[in-house]
């Protein structure tokens, strides 16, 4: 089931990566594994797949206790100031990095272990209130600027979130605008080289977008039970 959902996401992924005249080596495939038991992750090691994202900080932490495969785990969720002592000595990556509160934070625990902690800030593309996200350009600029000269953060790129919705045109526009934040940010001086975008319903369109990392549950997992 999982092998079959894997070949088929694959194959999507390098239909997508033609479409773009994209090498499909620059497209990180990180496994959302949230609510799913250990028992799936290691079938998913078995399979070849090395990246894991979880969004819960007591999940990840138990997750990693249990899973000793040399795999690279993912923070993907809304990560809370109390938590981040629980994330960063475990998470290669933390995706969603919204306020400079939190990166002060991320600071502080990633210098204490003596780790520099690669983060992605989360940009808000859609303008809903729904979701988590840096909206404002200067603040994104001062957010970006302050990780940027903190010591042990390592800002990578940037994290969105498209809508739930089926209408291409409003998923495309939500990745072009991440992907041109990032250009203007590279001609401000940063270096930023990850854009973290596209989920089960739109990571096609993220890739032909230029996303480097696709978090994808649902197309590779199955649906989640949340009363489990
Ligand atoms: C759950 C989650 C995903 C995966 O969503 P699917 O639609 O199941 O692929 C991706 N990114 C974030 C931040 C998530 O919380």
Redesign the pocket.
């Known amino acids: 089931m999982i092998k079959e959902n894997y070949l088929n996401i694959i194959e999507n992924i390098n239909q997508a990566c033609k479409n773009a005249g994209r090498d499909s080596s620059t497209v990180r495939l990180v496994a ?1 594994s ?1 609510t799913k038991p250990v028992d799936v992750i290691r079938e998913a090691i078995q399979l070849g797949l090395k990246d894991f ?1 979880e ?1 819960k900080a007591q999940e990840l932490k138990s997750k990693v206790a249990q899973i000793t495969n040399d795999i690279t785990w993912h923070f ?2 809304h990560l809370q100031t109390n938590k981040v002592k629980d994330v960063v000595p475990v998470a290669e990556y933390i ?2 990095v919204d306020s400079i509160k939190l990166a002060k934070e991320i600071n502080k625990r990633a210098l204490k272990i003596e780790k520099k902690q690669k983060i992605l800030l989360e940009i808000n593309t859609s303008l809903e209130a729904s979701k988590f996200g840096l909206i404002d350009e200067s603040e994104i600029m001062e957010t970006a600027l302050f990780c940027a000269n903190a010591e042990n953060l390592n800002l990578v790129g940037l994290m969105t ?1 498209a809508p739930y919705t089926g209408e291409e045109k409003i998923l495309r526009n939500c990745f072009i605008k991440l992907r041109s934040l990032k250009e203007k940010l590279n001609k401000e001086g940063f270096n930023l080289t990850e854009l973290s975008m596209g ?3 739109d990571y096609k369109i993220a890739i032909e977008e230029g996303a480097t990392m696709i ?5 590779l997992f199955g649906e ?1 039970n949340y009363q489990g």
Do not use: E
Request: proline share 0%; charged share 15%.
């Open positions: 959302v949230k994202g969004n993907i969720g995706h969603a979130m989920m089960t319903n978090r994808i549950g649902t197309a989640r």
